[in-house]
Each structure stands twice: as C-alpha cells, then as structure tokens.
C-alpha cells in the first residue's frame, strides 16, 4: 500500500470529481469532496515522513521505467507542496459547506465540488511528477478547472475575469509547452533526471537558451510576477470565496514550486544564474513588483481586491528570495511559500465569513465590523500583522530570512526595499482596521454578526497556524531549510 | 430543417455510418491512427448532425441530459478504475502487463478498456456541450 | 539552402505570430479565441516538425518498412489537441455567458461596463 501512495496521491482526488457528478444529491458531493481531502492530505503526511531525510522516492506510472515511462518522483520539497495543497483544501472544505450555500445556486452544488476536486488532482500532479509533459497536462487540469471555478462567482465581473484568466492563462501554459519541446527536441528525453543529465553539455545551445526563456515565461505567468500578474487581481476578486482561498494559498505556490524544480533540477543552478542573468532579472522584476503591488494595494476600495495585489506583492518577496541564489535566499522563499500560504488562507476565509454575512467586501461595509463580528475582525488583524511581517507571526520568519539572505549578499540596498514595502503592508492593513474598528456602524442596513462556527473554526485555525509557524519555526523553517540545500546540492 | 427533404434523408443515411465509423476508430487505435478522443468525437458528431437536422427537442429524447452527464463520469471512472484493478493486481498504476497471464494480452485488454472510457466520456462531452450551447434562450 | 530547408519552421514561426496578433490586437472575444487556436495549432506543428525522422515513414508498425518517425511527439500533441478542445470550448462557453449578461462582446465596451459598475 505504502509503495502506491505516489499515485493514488493522484488518483483519489481524481476519482472523487466523476463520484461527485453521479451523487448529485443534498450534500453528498461536499462528503465526497471532503473525504478525498482528507485521505490525500493523510498520504501527503505519510509521502513527507518518508523522505524527510534525504531520501527520493520514485514511482513508476504503468509499470514503464524511467527515463522512458513517465516517473512520479518525491522528494522533500514535492512532499511540503502536496503537504501544503492538500492541508489547504482539507482546512478550505469543510468552510465550504455554508459559504458555497450561500454563494452559488443549489442546482450547481454537485458541478463546483467536482471542479473543486480536479482542481486539487491538478495541483497535486503539477508537484509529485518527474516528468516535464506531465507536469504541462496537469498545469491545464489545474488551470481549466479554476477558470470554470473562478466565473461560478456571483457578479457578472467574474465571468470577463475568468475569461482574461483563460485567456493569459492558456498563453502561458502554451509558451511552457513550446519550451517543453524544444528541450525534448534537443536531449530526446523528457524525464527530468534524465534531463539534468542531458543538458549540461549543450548549455550554450540557442535552443536550450530559448527554451528556458520559454518555460521560465510560461511559469512565471502561472505565477504572477510582475508584470505577468494581470489575470490575477480580478480573478481572486470576483471568484467565490472558497475559490479565492483556495487559489491564493495554492495556485501560484504549486507555480513557484515549478520554477524551483525547472530552475535547480532540470536546468541547473549553473545554467540558470551564471549562463543565464537570472538573478539580476528576477530581482529586478521582484523589487519592482512588491513597491508597485503594495502601492496600488493601498488605494483599493475593495478589500478582496486589496488581498489580490498583496498576493502579487508577495510573490514578489518569494521570487527575491530565489533571485539571491545562496541557501538562505532559497529557504526564505520556500519558508514563505508556507507561511504566505497560511496567511491568505487565513485572510481570504476572514473574507469569506465576511461575505457571509454581509454579502459585499467594500471598505465601506467594514464600517464597526470590529464590534459587530469580533472574532472575523480578529483573524484578519492577526492575518494583516503576518503580512506585514511583526514578529511572533509568520510573515516575520519569512522576511527575516529574506533580509538576512541579502545581507549576506552584501545587497544591503534589498534589505532597505524589503523594510519599506513592509510599512506600504502596514499602511494598507490599517486602511482595513481603522475602518473596522474605529468608525461606527451604519445607523440602517442589516445587523450583522459573527458567522456560524462552521466558518469561523477553519479560519481560525489558519490564523492560529500563522501565529504557531511565527514561534514554533523548527518545522516549516526545518522542512524549508532542508529542501534549499537538497535543490542547491543536488543540482 | 426537418423541413428539408434532402438533408434529412442524407441524415438517415448516414448518421448510422458515421456512428459504425466511430465504433471502428474506437477499437482500431491499437494498430493503425485512431482511439478514445477521435472515436469519441465523431461519435459526439453524429449526435450533433442528428440534432442539428432533426431538432433540439429530438436530440434530448434520444440521449437525454441526465444519462449523458452520468456517462462522462463513468468514462473517467473506467480510465481510473483500470489503474485501481492494477495496482490490486500487483503491479503499478496503470500496469497493464498485471491485467491477464500473459502481459501481451494483458497491454491490448488495459488499452482498449482505457481508451473505451475516453471514448465515452469524450463523446459524453461533445453531446453535452452542444446541447448546453443550443438550449440557451437568446 | 538553409532557409528553404526550414520550411515548415517558417510557417510556424508565422502561424504563431498571426495567432498571437489575433489574441491580443482584437477586441471581439471570438477572435480572440480563434487567436489563440491559431498559436496554439502552430505550436502543435512544431512539435510534430520535431517528430519526423529523415526517410521515416508514419509511425504505424507495416510490413517492409524500416525507419519510422518518432511517435512520442504525436502522442503529446494528441493530448495538446484534447486540452485546445477543451480550452476553447471553456471559452466560448464563457462568451456565451458574457453574452448574456453584458450583451456584448467587444472587450473595450465590456470593460467600460465593468468600470462603471
């Protein structure tokens, strides 16, 4: 049972989308959904615990070995991903119940949770396969599944979003296979051991050039750096709330693991910082998207819309963490991968009740939701304080590391931004508290309360995580720590 | 375009043909160009011109909409489930040499089952697709 | 000549471009969609360019012949077309609804809808 886990990883959630068509009553889709959740979240747990020391384990799909079948191959870094997707949407399910009740019309119930599934069978293969074509048909399980989840949402806004999402979206993956090709075209292997192998003798070649540039643009749209990030403040504004949650703790993480894995494992840390300026790019793109992102996050009527353009912002941090090419640059970002995960997790569910119970996120619906709805208030402060990075959270863990990795650069001009955009975090938070807190509830309108436990106990616990991650570090800065040196050694 | 005599009858001529053709591309993948996909296009295609001469109406009596979305679950169930009775069988996911004594027989029975759920589902979907688009009132 | 030798290149360096020009310089969302068929239909022949092997035959095992092309770049680009179905069909169905709930689908008068909301 134990030497299958790799692909039912897979299979169970995939399984689970058809199951949740053909049970279309009541809230049998939901259990079906959840279940899958859980038990994928269960092997995930298990895959990590076997290969926390080093080890590689490696999965032969169809029985073909590699370098010719196609080869699911964990290590300790795919294993915090699957750990990290599937603890998302096993903590976002059970939130659902209530918040898809009251979002999304009944007869589409059964459809949602089944594109919720796929979406997880996507995120889950992009990070457990070994094998570059596999990794670009789970990018589009994932991505068509999200641009059916994203335009369920309510305002009509949500329809053109998905659709520029699909749009750019399909680009991009496009431009990953165009570069998937053109490797395979000069290596003739798509496995990306075997890959690792091939390449070194042909770095110079135009095609392997032109073919990162294709794969790296491809990712980094997945992603969403700066300026690829366009799709992405409308899409998490107009989705469902589950949708948001879900997308923003996993979506663009899964796509930073891609860069990692393609950066260090396939092409090489030679390749990609020396041959290629990488570095310079990546930083480059990474400063200037969280000052821009921050910024414009500060001006946003729209509190959902805000959280989107501090997703952008940090990336931002994460992709400056990979752009330091030393370990303590890299077990930054991947740290942050983490932490950011639990933070807009725990933010977008804050969202979530919020539009639960008073149906819109304008900034002038928070008016004295610190009174009225006291515990959600109090999630999204502690949420708001690990954005900006206080310490006891955990945002400061990640930014410590990330100005620590650039002191030992000597990039002390880094260190100075990565403060700066930190008061541009705070400045934004505040917006959202004052208005929460300090101006008094409209005298007319529906009273609003707290919502039921179903939703606030998943939000809580993300918020506990960012607090429990920002003081008990060993684990995530342990796992993190681990996989920077893997990547960098192993390369 | 009931009303039209002539496509009409060149409909029942061929909508038969085009579904036979379908079945042969389904189970000729294995030796020559063909399986699911193509298969269940054209399958999904004859449905379509069935519904394109004959009328919406008739379409959804002949392969209603509860019985299409049911078969592209079970199509995707079946590509999956093979993999399952591998792995039940002792060998990996999709190990198809596991699934009869001799692993030759066993790789023609693993791929024509897979390709027999995607056939269906495929076909599933083009039928559902093209009843969603149609039945939209403008 | 090394130009003439690199035809079907040519060609798909074109296609894409056209393809590409389409998505982004259109406003209708169905030339963009047909746009983006373009691109991603001149990817597939780069693949499939990749694929031929000099005196291969087509990649079905016939009696007497002895070089065949490569088949693997045949297979991915099946799988490629599937997922082009699939993305175009997401898509229209989207314009479909954007029909319906806008009334248009010129991107810049959807746009000005959407900020005046």
Redesign the interface.
């Known amino acids: 049972m134990i030497s299958?886990l790799p692909?039912?990883q897979v299979?169970i959630p995939?399984?689970g989308?058809?199951?949740c068509?053909?049970l279309r009553r009541g809230a049998l889709p939901w259990l079906v959904a959840l279940l899958a959740s859980w038990v994928a979240l269960a092997m995930a747990a298990t895959l990590l615990s076997q290969v926390g020391d080093g080890e590689v384990i490696s999965?032969?799909?169809?029985?073909w070995l590699a370098p010719l079948g196609i080869e699911y191959r964990i290590d300790v870094l795919n294993a915090y991903m699957m750990l990290l997707v599937a603890g998302t949407s096993s903590i976002v399910l059970p939130f659902a119940y209530k918040s898809v009740a009251k979002e999304i019309p009944e007869e589409k119930h059964y459809l949602f949770y089944s594109g919720f599934l796929l979406m997880l069978t996507g995120l889950l293969g992009m990070a457990i396969t070994g094998d570059a074509?596999n990794v670009?048909?789970f990018i589009?399980i994932s991505s068509?599944s999200s641009?059916?989840m994203i335009?369920m949402g309510r305002d009509?806004?949500a329809?053109?979003a998905?659709?520029t999402y699909?749009?750019m979206g399909?680009?991009g993956?496009?431009f990953f296979?165009?570069g998937v090709?053109l490797i395979?075209?000069v290596t003739g292997t798509l496995n990306m051991a075997d890959l690792a192998d091939r390449l070194p003798p042909i770095y110079e070649s135009r095609t392997v050039l032109a073919a990162f540039a294709f794969i790296s643009v491809g990712i980094l749209l997945k992603l969403a750096l700066f300026p690829l990030h366009l799709w992405l403040p409308n899409a998490y504004t107009y989705a469902p709330s589950v949708v948001t949650a879900f997308l923003a703790a996993t979506a663009t993480k899964v796509a930073l693991y891609l860069l990692l894995r393609f950066g260090y494992t396939v092409f090489g840390a030679d390749f990609v910082f020396d041959i290629v300026p990488s570095s310079q790019v990546l930083l480059a793109l990474a400063l200037v998207g969280v000052v821009v992102a921050s910024t414009v996050a500060i001006f946003q009527n729209d509190v959902k819309r805000l959280l989107a353009y501090s997703s952008v912002a940090q990336v931002g941090y994460i992709v400056l963490g990979i752009s330091y090419a030393n370990v303590t640059g890299l077990t930054a970002s991947i740290v942050h991968i983490f932490n950011h995960a639990a933070t807009k997790g725990a933010l977008f569910l804050a969202m979530g009740c919020i539009a639960y119970a008073a149906g819109a996120c304008r900034l002038e619906s928070f008016a004295g939701l610190g009174k009225r709805m006291p515990m959600t208030m109090a999630a999204f402060v502690i949420g708001g304080l690990s954005l900006i990075g206080v310490p006891l959270t955990a945002g400061f863990v990640s930014k410590w590391y990330l100005v620590l990795g650039a002191l030992e650069k000597g990039w002390w001009p880094v260190a100075v931004v990565i403060l700066a955009t930190s008061l541009l975090a705070a400045v934004y938070v505040w917006r959202v508290v004052e208005v929460a807190y300090f101006r008094d509830p409209p005298a007319e309108g529906p009273v609003l309360s707290d919502p039921p436990f179903a939703l606030l106990a998943p939000t809580w616990i993300l918020t506990g995580a960012c607090v429990y991650f920002g003081i008990e570090t060993s684990l995530s800065v342990g796992f993190a720590e681990q996989a920077a040196l893997f990547l960098m050694g192993g390369s | 375009m009931k009303h039209h005599l002539i496509p009409r009858v060149v409909a029942k001529l061929t909508i038969p043909g085009i579904l036979l053709f379908a079945l042969y591309v389904q189970f000729h993948g294995d030796y020559g160009p063909g399986g699911g996909f193509q298969a269940g296009v054209i399958f999904g295609a004859g449905f379509i011109l069935y519904g394109l001469i004959f009328g919406l109406q008739n379409l959804r009596r002949v392969a209603p909409p509860a019985v299409t979305t049911a078969f592209i679950a079970i199509g995707v169930l079946v590509f999956a489930g093979v993999g399952i009775v591998s792995q039940i069988l002792g060998g990996n996911y999709l190990d198809y040499d596991v699934l009869a004594a001799d692993p030759h027989a066993g790789q023609h029975i693993g791929i024509l089952v897979v390709e027999l759920g995607v056939g269906i589902t495929v076909a599933a979907v083009m039928i559902t697709i093209f009843v969603t688009f149609a039945g939209r009132e403008r | 000549m090394e130009v003439l030798g690199h035809f079907n290149y040519w060609i798909v360096v074109v296609l894409m471009m056209i393809g590409f020009y389409a998505l982004i310089a259109r406003g209708n969302l169905i030339k963009k969609i047909v746009g983006l068929n373009i691109f991603q239909a001149s990817v597939f022949l780069l693949f499939i360019s990749f694929g031929k092997v000099t005196g291969g035959s087509a990649p079905i095992i016939a009696e007497g012949i002895e070089v065949y092309s490569n088949p693997l770049p045949h297979v991915l680009i099946l799988t490629a077309i599937v997922v082009g179905v699939a993305t175009t069909a997401l898509g229209l169905a989207l314009v479909v609804r954007i029909n319906e709930r806008y009334g248009t689908i010129e991107e810049t008068e959807i746009a000005q809808m959407d900020g005046e909301s």
């Not at chain 1, 999965?59 to 029985?63: K, L, T």
Request: hydrophobic share 65%; net charge positive; aromatic share 14%.
């Open positions: 299958q692909a039912l299979v995939l399984i989308a058809p199951l068509i053909i999965y032969a799909v169809g029985g074509f670009f048909v589009e068509l641009y059916a335009a009509r806004r329809l053109s998905a659709f699909l749009v399909t680009v993956a496009t296979l165009i090709g395979y075209a």
